[in-house]
Nanobody, 116 residues
Framework: QLQLVESGGGLAQPGGSLRLSCAAS????????IGWFRQAPGKERETIAC????????TLADSVKGRFTISRDNAKNTVYLQMNSLKPEDTAVYYC?????????WGQGTQVTVSS
């Protein structure tokens, strides 16, 4: 079965950290562009990070620049979103996407809540 499975969400305090994982099964992630998105209640989906399959510097939204990083572990067929210095406004459902133009796969989403 071709799918992306996300994990790592949960509750964090302001200033804390979480790492989201996005593991692929049935296909090889290193051939896909990776995107991380989030959607908070009542708000539009926001693109927060993108990473091309050829590597290079990831693109990060201004809202997360300097706090979030995206990385890949090709041996584990997994991509990560490291989130540091979390703020309450980071609260949302986070999604990963693997995109190869003609085909794309979405993760199921994982809830991140930042609250004291």
């Amino acid at each position: 079965q071709l799918q992306l499975v996300e994990s790592g969400g949960g509750l964090a305090q302001p200033g804390g950290s979480l790492r989201l994982s996005c593991a692929a099964s049935g296909f090889t992630l290193d051939r896909y562009a990776i995107g991380w998105f989030r959607q908070a209640p009542g708000k539009e989906r926001e693109t927060i990070a993108c990473n091309s399959p050829t590597g290079g510097r990831p693109t990060l939204a201004d809202s997360v620049k300097g706090r979030f990083t995206i990385s890949r572990d090709n041996a584990k067929n997994t991509v990560y979103l490291q989130m540091n210095s979390l703020k309450p406004e980071d609260t949302a459902v986070y999604y990963c996407k693997a995109d190869r133009t003609v085909v794309a796969y979405w993760g199921q989403g994982t809830q991140v809540t930042v609250s004291s």
